[in-house]
């Protein structure tokens, strides 16, 4: 089976983690990299010892010899690298959100309708072992109606100021589990009502964000992200989802809280199931959704498990919580 070339745009620190990834995954060969910064590219080209690289985009776009493209951009520079490489006949992995508002998301959709190439937006969390298996257990109806889910993701705040310079907590994290929500329930939202805090207020954006949600199967769903745990907290993320049924309840710790290292500068719960590297190679998750793309690009299949539309239904849902908390109103989806 031949390699796919790929090629990868935005090399911030998760475009490493891209680079990496895709350099373990036999299906890949990533030949080309791209980043504004040309002393940045030098830097990661010699360190990933990748032949080609370029400062614009369209240079790269351009290169015949790339059959696949990642964008791992900042979320307000997703929409036009992904409309010009749908455009320039490329395969597109976009990381989540999809875009930083409906309309992009909406042309996203149409312009990948024009082509025969294969797009996906990266919602990791569905790659994740815990939360497949629950989706199994829910399908198979072993737990009932759904009748409440409450989800939350909490982040330590020296790992967010970058973050909320483009975006809220609910926007960043709250995709994640939101998303997952409507993939659990396969139900759409009817009314959301949110409230959202600023406790950095030299930061644009909310780092404390809850929203309620009403759903068309009558569940009800919460999504709590806070931003701004305490710089002395050991894990850098608090991670959990309860899943009420009618015959059952599901319940995750996705905190990473099973692994622990104490050392002489204290409790440390290490990434070890995303992406940690392990013998000199990246592992994980995000390993296994670059493996299943890489595999429907192979096989000419369309990727199933995430959907352009699922993709954009859940930036609509998250940014009608942000207005529900702006107008301090219950709306209506």
Known sequence: MERIRCGIIGLGWFGEHHIDTLQSLPLADVTTVCTRREDHLKKISAKYNIKKSYTNYHDLLADKDIDMVSVVT?????????????????????????ADNIEECDKIIDEAKKTDKFFMVGHI????????????????????????????????????????????????????????????????????????????PH????????????????????????????????????????????????????????????????????????????????????????DYFLKCIAKGEKPKVVTPQESRDVVYAIKMAEKSAKENKVLKL
């Open 74 to 98: 900042g979320v307000k520079d997703h929409y036009q690298p992904t409309i010009d490489a749908l455009r320039a006949g490329k395969h597109v992995f976009l990381e989540k959100p999809m």
């Open 125 to 200: 969390c569905r790659f994740d072992t815990a939360y497949a298996l629950a989706k199994e257990e829910i399908d198979n109806g072993n737990i009932g109606k759904i009748i409440s889910i409450h989800a939350k993701r909490n982040l330590a705040a020296w790992i967010t100021d970058y973050h909320l310079k483009q975006m809220s907590s609910l926007f960043g994290d709250g995709v994640h589990d939101l998303d997952l929500i409507f993939w659990f329930t396969k139900a759409k939202p009817k009314t959301v009502y949110a409230q959202m805090i600023n406790t950095r």
């Open 203 to 290: 930061l644009p954006y909310d780092d404390v964000g809850w929203a309620l949600f009403k759903l068309d199967n009558d569940s009800i769903a919460v999504i709590e992200n806070i931003w701004c745990y305490p710089e002395n907290i050991p894990s850098a993320i608090n991670a959990k989802m309860e899943i009420v049924g009618t015959k059952g309840v599901i319940n995750i710790d996705n905190s990473g809280s099973y692994y622990k290292v104490l050392t002489e500068k204290g409790l440390s719960y290490p990434q070890s199931t995303y992406w940690p590297k392990v013998h000199n190679m990246r592992r994980g998750f995000l390993k296994e959704e670059f």
